[in-house]
């Protein structure tokens, strides 16, 4: 099957700075890609959606400016969380999928973020 | 929209015994249905997916579905619980974009 790679699992950080974390499909391109946040022992809320090449569409109550999301190639697309605070932390899961993969999403494992 | 319920939040079987989890979708059209189980701190793992054809879906690790157009379900099964089968299971729902998630059931295994 194909493969999601997430990097990094786990982050820990200072509050107030900011930390990237990547998704890379391996074996196929991947022309969306999807972040999800986990809250312990709750199911995944999406963030947002994005297109390669284009801009990322966000799920209502997501703030834009906090969560930067790049989907720049078609194999990698990145989640920037900007000046972190304890309440960002989270599991952060990506998933990605290809046009032929008849809508199944492949996931990557998942970061925890720990934000001090 | 599309939405998902899972209405048990968590379900404890015997190793042995058998079990179903239960699955609501609301969707306008054809649904894409899935069931992933995902272990503390990992990632989700795909047990099986509907898309069209048989109602009745086999997926990995002994697991199946049946997915039912009149109740709106797609309830997963397995004859035989194995204690490694404690996890979080996960029923989603897929548009032309979006994949949505239930709230999730907690498997536990009693010996």
């Known amino acids: 099957g194909a493969v999601v790679s997430q990097h990094p699992s786990r982050v820990i950080c200072k509050s107030g700075t900011s930390v990237k974390i990547e998704c890379r499909s391996l074996d196929f391109q991947a022309t969306t890609m999807f972040w999800y946040r986990q809250f312990p022992k709750q199911s995944l809320m999406l963030m947002a959606t994005?297109?390669?090449?284009?801009?990322?569409?966000?799920e209502q109550g997501v703030e834009k400016d906090k969560f930067l999301i790049n989907h720049a190639s078609l194999t990698l697309s990145t989640l920037t969380v900007t000046s972190a605070h304890p309440e960002d932390s989270s599991f952060y899961i990506c998933?990605?999928?290809?046009?032929?993969?008849?809508?199944?999403?492949?996931f990557g494992q998942g970061t925890r973020l720990t934000v001090v | 929209a599309q939405s998902v319920t899972q209405p048990d939040i968590h379900i404890t079987v015997s190793e042995g015994a058998s079990l179903e989890l239960r699955c609501n979708y609301s969707?306008?059209?054809?649904?894409?249905l899935f069931w992933y189980v995902q272990s503390p701190g990992q990632g989700l793992q795909l047990l099986l997916k509907y898309f069209s054809g048989d109602t009745l879906v086999q997926g990995i690790k002994g697991f199946e579905a049946e997915f039912k157009r009149s109740q709106s379900s797609f309830n997963l099964r397995k004859p035989s619980v194995h204690w490694s089968d404690a996890a979080e299971y996960f029923c989603a729902v897929s548009g032309f974009q979006k994949l949505v998630f239930g709230t999730g059931t907690r498997l536990l295994v009693s010996p």
């Open positions: 994005s297109n390669e090449g284009s801009k990322a569409t966000y």
């Open positions: 998933s990605a999928r290809a046009p032929f993969m008849n809508t199944e999403a492949f």
């Open positions: 969707y306008g059209a054809t649904p894409y």
